[in-house]
Structures are given as C-alpha cells and as structure tokens.
C-alpha cells in the first residue's frame, strides 16, 4: 500500500496550490481520507478530512474558508486545494486514512503518506 502525496512547492503569500494524494494497492472508495501537517518545531495539525461517500467534510480552524479538499474515486485520488496561502500554512502535508468526523482519528490499520513541502513567502 502506498500514498504518493505530490503538488507542494514554493509560492507568495496570496497564492495557491493543489496537493494530490494518489493511493495504490488499496482502494479509496470505502475510505475516510485526510491531510495533516507538520511545520518545524510544531505539533502535528489535522487540516482537514472528507469521508468516504464525499458528503462529509472536516477543517481546521485554521484553513477554514481557504482550503477545499476532494476526492475522485474513479482516480483513487485525494485532493488539497490551498487558496490565500499565508507564511503559517508553511509544513509538510501527509495525507492519510483516517476516520473523519469533528477532526481526524487515527486508527491502527491506516495509513500514512511520505508527505509533500509547502512554502510560503512573506
């Protein structure tokens, strides 16, 4: 089972990226999915989460208003969409099986992706 999480890089205070999480040797279909992140010296953060149907959604405080996650199944794929990025949103983004519900838990059987940088200029 691998997550290939990709889409990070470098931009201004203002712009936007997309993340991808695109998952193989296991389906996505019947999985709850997340992104968490991790900046330097900081705790990790759970960022956001949908569930497996796609009508559930979960942000944090911190994104809510500027980040969009989704999935296409057909694709085995989850998506990030970052918008009005800010110096703060700075971390390197892991998506994951999760259970989503009012923020994400982790459970012994999910898994992890190896994580993709974001950088955000002032």
């Known amino acids: 089972v691998q997550l290939q999480a990709s889409g990070g890089g470098l931009v201004q205070s203002g712009e936007s990226l997309r993340l991808s999480c695109v998952a193989s040797?296991?389906?996505?279909?019947?999985?709850?999915m997340g992104w968490y992140r991790q900046a330097p010296g900081k705790q990790r953060e759970g960022v956001s989460c949908i569930t497996a149907s796609g009508g559930s959604f979960y942000y944090a405080s911190s994104v809510k208003g500027r980040f969009t996650i989704s999935r296409d199944n057909a694709k085995n794929t989850v998506y990030l969409q970052m918008d009005s990025l800010k110096p703060e949103d700075a971390a390197v983004y892991y998506c994951?099986?999760?259970?989503?519900?009012?923020?994400?838990?982790?459970?012994?059987?999910?898994?992890w992706g190896q994580g993709t940088l974001v950088t955000v200029s002032s």
């Open positions: 994951a099986t999760v259970e989503c519900g009012f923020g994400l838990r982790q459970r012994a059987n999910d898994y």
């Open positions: 040797g296991i389906s996505l279909r019947f999985r709850d």
